[in-house]
């Protein structure tokens, strides 16, 4: 694996945990909205 | 930030209490708000049944990813190279997508269950559903007492304090905020907790990266790795690592009540979104991690005292700022936190539904309260268990690879209950004993594996493969592929298999588990006439408690009341 693959395959997992961290951060404020909007508890 | 004298650094006593202070102090408050004077006891177990797909991802994400996962993916980095964290966290990640199809079916034919071992009890009786919970019960003992250990070590390793007041501190801040409001509070708290550790993860291994000298660290530590160690298809990884891993695929994810309690929590709409999502997050998480190894193995480092264990923390201390390592030290603190709580929940739960709501209480008068108690005395008992046995400092790997494989023999009689009308209480009762009498002898090597002994052992380890493979392809692609994919799979497997795998006796015996427990059942129950109406299930598993779940004000909250 050359130099280059190699720093690629090490460095792409953080950018895949900053997409979820994204995806999770987006939906859990959803939910926090959407529970004060019906007055209920977020869980 | 103090020298320690073996050239890493130790963050300050006072600097870590501070730390631990603020974290479990900031998610006990967390707990305050959802807290309620009278908790209800279905919401004690599954939080009433409809979490949504955020909390219930976070939850699904932080639970799986524990500090012991850490520090294994970066063992199996430093020890078998650049494809060594795959075969952790990759397989680890499908334990979480390989339980969805099978959860959806679970959660249709027992919308309201708490426990697995609750609709054993409804599918087939008390032996079926007390040897689910007791492996359910073992697991998460080992989980927590590994979280101690890691934790402890942890403090140890980067302060001044001791590893026994290590645990004294992990153990003591994750009951004070579980205890009250038990699975809601771990599930709210996972989710919060996710994004501490995820965060950290996003920041620290780019940084040990450079810190460690970037590509050029690449350049001059390739002489450093073997020929298996820089192949990406290394096949003493895959044998040592992956294939054990991918054997445990199901077993964990049947044999582990953190999930199924998920499986029961989450919105029945949102099981496939979530878990998902978890699977992503998780082998991410793990596999990034991981690779805190593998730049050890290129840096040159060796593990201090030789204990592999150590790898992270000495990254850590050794390439980050004192304000990074106190974000490493929260990342790992609530990786193991998370883990945890989930665990504690899961053995309340377990207490609280299957011994006390179906085996002490007279059928249907189960009270609310004292199963409340159950549940929260459960919660004290398994924490005081977990430091007594982490203060022993017990081998949690080995012993988790022990338990991967109890598991395995559950599995087919588990998953065949809710399919297959023919599965007696008696058949999953034997063929679960069976395949362990088979597994034992082969994974302690009580008999020598030589000769006929080990063609057997080996035949039996194909037709494992077989039922593996099946399985998972049985749940989302249905019995037909399944079989297609069995057959395949056990021809395939056979000619390098047979003469040779029983020289790896991990994988062999949890193969033989899989391998003896499903032919054991299926042979036992085939020809028979036994009959089961599923619908009968979600008659007989209900809520335990009437009380008002949704209604916030009327319950209580602990915030307002202390207002």
Known sequence: ?43 | MVPDGAGLHQLGGWTVIGLLVLFFGSTFMMTLFIGRKKENADGYMTAGNKVGFGISAGSMTATWIWASSMYASATSGYTYGISGPIHYGLWGALMILFIYPFGKRIRAVAPKAHTLAEVMYARHGKSSQLMLAGSNIVGSMVSITSNFIAGGALISLLSPFSFTQGILFIGGGILLYSLWSGFRASVLTDAIQVFAMLGAVVIIIPVVFFAAGGTDMLVTGASKLTPQQSNFFSSEAFLNQGAPYIAAVLAYAIGNQTIAQRLFAVREDLIKKTFITATVGYGATIIGIGMLGVMALYAGVAPLDGDTNNLIPQMAATYLSPVLLGIFLIMIIGALSSTADSDLSAMSSIMMADIYGQNIAKKGEANPKTMLFVGRITMIVATGAGLYFASGKLNILDLLVFVGALWGALVFPVIASFYWQKVTNKAFTVSVLVALAFFLPIRFEWIPMTGATGIIVDVLSVIGIGVVLGLMAFGFFGLKTAKIVAGVAMVAAAPFAIGFLHGYTVLSGSLVAYAVSTLVCYFMCFSNNATFDFDSIKKRIGDFDDRAEADHTDSGSLLEKKA
């Open chain 1, 1 to 43: 694996m050359s130099v280059f693959f190699l720093t690629l395959y090490i460095l792409i997992w953080p950018v895949i945990v900053a997409g979820v961290l994204y995806v999770l951060g987006k939906a859990f404020i959803q939910e926090i909205r959407a529970a004060k909007r019906e007055g209920r508890p977020l869980i």
